[in-house]
């Protein structure tokens, strides 16, 4: 061989080894990003937007089906490096678990829209897709990936390689999550258990003593629940349960306020850095939605209310357990005043409004 081509093969196999070595370091960025999120939002648009910039491409999509902590499909679409909203509605998913059940790794497009209902082909043929990979455990297909073209090109093997350690780095980081939210969740409700909720508060005292940034607590339960479960029935005031988790999720900030379930028909939200006027608006908020609200379970009509109490961290309360015991003052302070009303505990006073701005 001439001393010109082992030149060439050289330059050619240090290209690929530089190569090589690229993917690695990004695989290794994007999985400290990854593994740094703490939720599943965040992981999934960490992900869109590594592939959207290392590949060029003109779109990436990440589906995640609903599941029992996840009640609602969730996706996360990339356009050109920014994020952007399109509505999808799949009726069925089970076609598209059962193709990734059969298909293991990456498919072409043209392979997946083959075996698909039109419905699904439609909806995301929008996108220009070139090349899927299943999210999944062992024994679940939980979600997928989706890229339009890599600029036009095919993608090549080692591109294949790289996006499916890619779809495994977010596989074993979303089920993670989700392991996680799912020891933590109320699986009835979709709010917080009592153990997590606990733990927070504890986190939120430790913040105000050193900062004293100060947080408000809401509790309150349902005004003659038993009354809803002996004339309707168990499986009626389940249903109640989740109507009044629905209202209390559409009345705070999702990714700050925690909501939780204490047990039975008792609710609570903490609300850091809140003060005591405004956690009692939030709470007088609920009160007022919940006592409009008429509704409708198997052709039965169906009012209820709720009585809440409030309270905002002091000096004078330590623990936990101390400042749940002031919020149960307050609550049934307005249960014993003539129910659904908000009542304020503040510094051992009540008060039927808050207590400061």
Avoid: W
């Amino acid at each position: 061989m001439e001393s010109s081509e082992y030149q060439a093969d050289f330059n050619q196999n240090t290209e690929k080894l530089n190569q090589k070595l690229e993917d690695y370091k990004s695989l290794l960025e994007i999985g400290l990003i990854i593994s740094s999120e703490n939720d599943i939002n965040s992981i999934a648009k960490e992900i869109c937007y590594g592939l959207v910039t290392k590949y060029q491409t003109e779109y990436v999509l990440i589906l995640l089906f609903q599941d029992e902590i996840q009640k609602e499909m969730k996706y996360f679409i990339f356009e050109n490096f920014q994020e952007i909203k399109k509505n999808l509605s799949f009726t069925e998913i089970t076609p598209i678990k059962s193709f990734f059940h059969s298909h293991p790794n990456q498919v072409d497009f043209s392979t997946f829209s083959f075996l698909m209902p039109t419905e699904i082909i439609n909806q995301l043929i929008q996108f220009k897709p070139e090349i899927l990979f299943p999210l999944k455990t062992t024994d679940n297909i939980f979600g997928f990936m989706m890229l339009s073209s890599n600029q036009g090109k095919q993608y090549s093997q080692d591109d294949i390689e790289f996006i499916s350690s890619i779809a495994s780095f977010a596989s074993v980081a979303i089920q993670n999550k989700k392991n996680y939210l799912k020891a933590i969740t109320d699986l009835k409700t979709g709010l917080y258990i009592y153990t997590y909720f606990m733990q927070r508060m504890n986190e939120e005292i430790e913040v105000f003593k050193r900062y004293n940034d100060v947080f408000s607590v809401i509790m309150m339960d349902i005004d003659s629940f038993k009354d809803v479960n002996d004339n309707f029935g168990h499986m009626i005031g389940d249903l109640v349960l989740l109507e009044l988790a629905k209202i209390i999720k559409n009345c705070i900030r999702l990714n700050i306020d925690i909501p939780a379930r204490f047990g039975g028909d008792e609710f609570a939200v903490l609300f850091p850095r809140t003060s005591n006027y405004i956690a009692f608006q939030i709470a007088e908020r609920i009160r007022s939605k919940v006592a409009q609200s008429t509704f409708f379970f198997d052709g039965k009509e169906l009012k209820f209310t709720v009585s809440i109490g409030v309270s905002t961290i002091y000096s004078e309360i330590n623990t936990p357990e101390e400042f749940i015991n002031a919020c149960d003052k307050a609550l049934y302070y307005s249960k014993n005043s003539g129910k659904n009303r908000v009542t304020s505990f503040y510094k051992n006073k009540f008060g039927k409004y808050p207590i400061s701005k």
